[in-house]
């Protein structure tokens, strides 16, 4: 297990806001992605998904100490038989031939291959894992943007539609207000005409009177 401290920006504050979370380690803290990391306090979208990554290459860098592949066992070699001594007893009677030991059958050595191709795949798991987690939380986050925007702009038209139409109204209502002084103005100028003819008239009655009193 790597420690969350290797990961790159987890200082010791943040690894135990970490771990209080449940990832005890930089392996979990990949595993875990951007979408679970931001559920931890002080991480936001843009920080989860660059601590996802750096924690996938803190994960990977720790499984990379070299491990000593174990030693094969050396085959005994065969003993040569002793001498004969001699003796009476050996002269009479040959000594038997001590037969060779067989030599123990080399192991089959196994292909590294197949070891290295798992364990490269092994350890670009949790990276690819969380690089497609960012991927979604990216595309999510996308997606939420697109949604908010586009209720902001039929908001504005609304609120545009609904002010050009009470403008509309006050201009309407304005035009009427004209309308009708204009028409009041007529009346006035019309009623002064008329009491101008009846005040000239008044007059003239006025002057027949003392005309014909003088009479």
């Known amino acids: 297990m790597t420690d969350l401290t290797k990961v790159k920006g987890v200082g010791d504050a943040l690894a135990k806001a970490l771990q209080s979370a449940g990832i005890p380690d930089a392996e979990a803290m990949a595993a875990a992605g951007p979408e679970v990391l931001m559920?931890?306090?002080?991480?936001?979208?843009?920080?989860?998904?660059?601590?996802?990554?750096?924690?996938?290459?803190?994960?990977?860098a720790g499984s990379d100490a070299p491990t000593e592949a174990p030693q094969e066992p050396k085959a005994a070699e065969p003993q040569?038989?002793?001498?004969?001594?001699?003796?009476?007893?050996?002269?009479?009677?040959?000594?038997?031939?001590?037969?060779?030991?067989?030599?123990?059958?080399?192991?089959?050595?196994?292909?590294p291959k197949p070891k290295a191709k798992a364990k490269a795949k092994a350890k670009a798991a949790p990276k690819a894992k969380a690089e497609k987690k960012a991927q979604r939380a990216a595309e999510q986050a996308a997606k939420k943007a697109a949604l908010a925007a586009e209720k902001a702009a039929k908001k504005a038209a609304r609120?545009?539609?609904k002010a050009a139409a009470e403008e509309a109204r006050r201009a309407a209502k304005a035009a009427k207000a004209e309308e009708k002084a204009a028409k009041a103005a007529k009346k006035a100028a019309k009623a002064g005409k008329i009491a101008e003819k009846a005040d000239k008239k008044a007059k003239a009655r006025k002057a027949e009177h003392k005309r014909v009193a003088k009479a």
């Open 39 to 60: 559920t931890v306090p002080g991480i936001g979208g843009a920080r989860a998904v660059m601590l996802a990554a750096a924690a996938a290459d803190a994960a990977q």
């Open 80 to 111: 040569p038989p002793a001498p004969a001594q001699d003796t009476p007893e050996a002269k009479a009677e040959p000594p038997a031939t001590a037969k060779p030991k067989a030599k123990p059958k080399a192991k089959a050595k196994s292909d």
């Open 159 to 161: 609120i545009a539609e």
